[in-house]
Every structure is written in structure tokens, then in C-alpha cells.
């Protein structure tokens, strides 16, 4: 199992909020990067989307803990994995980052391991800047 985690950003709502924005997957295309991501689909409870250069990745969630922790499971990817959003209150603010849990062999790790980092970073950085 590979872990990667994202940078972590502060923003400045409530965790609450933070994590009812986070828990809606409508909104994680507002997260994605727009010239890299076509295809979008989502229930709220689940979404898909083409990756480009890679492959479709689905994400459903498994797991809520509100308002500090939201699991997120991979559905219809070439790997599996988990995504755990973490959200800590810190007086007026937040901290949220993602771990990433990823079932790679060591050839898809050399491949995938930094564009997924790069992934991850950029939903960190659009969270910060959607909800500031």
C-alpha cells in the first residue's frame, strides 16, 4: 500500500462547513483540475470522472465522521484506494489535507505515485480557494 498525502491548507470556515461542502460529491468537480478532468458525473453520494493520460477513477463514500473526517473509497479505477479528508479545527480556521491510501504494484507506483501527489495538492489548493 502506497500512502500519499497532500499538503495541507487553512481555511477560514468552520469545520462544519468545511466538511458539508467536502461530504457533497457534487462539489468535487469544483476541486478538479478543469483542463485535465472530462466526463463528470456525480449522485452526491458518489462520483466519476476520465482522468486525461490515465483512466477513469470513481469515488463513493465509506465512511463519515462529521465534521472532522470524510472517507472516500476508489469504486471504477485501474487501482484501488482510499481517500481520507481530514478536517481540524483551529480557532477560526481549519486545516484540511487529504491521505491517500493506494494499492499499487511497484511499476504503477514509479508512474502514478507523482501525478496522484500533484492531484491531491491541487484539490488542497482549489478547497482552500473555492471556500475563502
Given at each position: 500500500m502506497t500512502r500519499i498525502e497532500s499538503k495541507s491548507v487553512m481555511i477560514t470556515?468552520?469545520?462544519?462547513e468545511v466538511y458539508a461542502f467536502a461530504s457533497d460529491l457534487n462539489n468535487f468537480q469544483l476541486l478538479l483540475?478543469?483542463?485535465r478532468i472530462s466526463d463528470f458525473k456525480s449522485d452526491g453520494d458518489s462520483c466519476s470522472f476520465k482522468i486525461s493520460?490515465?483512466?477513469?477513477?470513481g469515488l463513493k463514500k465509506k465512511e463519515?465522521?462529521?465534521?472532522?473526517?470524510?472517507?472516500l473509497e476508489s469504486t471504477d479505477s485501474p487501482f484501488s484506494f482510499t481517500l481520507d479528508i481530514?478536517?481540524?479545527s483551529h480557532g477560526t480556521e481549519v486545516k484540511a489535507y487529504q491521505i491517500?491510501?493506494?494499492d499499487l504494484n511497484p511499476m504503477m507506483k514509479m508512474m502514478v505515485e507523482k501525478p496522484l501527489t500533484n492531484l491531491f495538492d491541487h484539490i488542497a489548493d482549489r478547497?482552500?480557494?473555492v471556500l475563502s
Open positions: 470556515k468552520s469545520a462544519e483540475p478543469k483542463d493520460g490515465m483512466a477513469t477513477i463519515e465522521h462529521p465534521p472532522h473526517r470524510l472517507v481530514h478536517i481540524e491517500a491510501d493506494v478547497m482552500n480557494s
